[in-house]
């Protein structure tokens, strides 16, 4: 078992509203189909899971941004904690498990 636990955010009404207002083609993300999950530090409580979103909900909600449309420019002003639980759907799930004998890398 990993010391992190897991975060998945699926893309709300107003974050389709915004990636549709973009241009006219229509095309918006698909809540429903595989998203990103981002690894945070473990929790054990509710409260904990509670202040690790509020942590890290603006390199979250930016990514989530940056994954759609590029240019900052665009992005909305408001990105509060308060916005990004109207923009997103959570899961969080504090157990994860690495069954891959090959060691963990970073692509970046």
Not at 1 to 20: E, G, Q, S, T
Not at 27 to 44: R, S
Request: contains cysteine; proline residues 6%; hydrophobic residues 45%.
């Amino acid at each position: 078992m990993l010391n992190r636990a897991a975060l998945i955010v699926r893309p709300a009404a107003p974050f389709l509203a915004w990636a549709k207002s973009l241009d006219d083609s229509g095309a918006v993300p698909n809540p429903a189909g595989e998203q990103t999950v981002y690894l945070i530090p473990g929790f054990g409580t509710e409260q904990e899971s509670k202040d690790l979103l509020r942590l890290v909900h603006a390199e979250v909600f930016a990514r989530e941004l940056d994954s759609w449309h590029t240019i900052e420019a665009d992005w909305p002003e408001d990105r509060s904690f308060a916005a990004f639980q109207k923009w997103f759907h959570v899961e969080l799930h504090s157990v994860v498990e690495d069954i891959c004998a090959a060691p963990l890398e970073d692509d970046e």
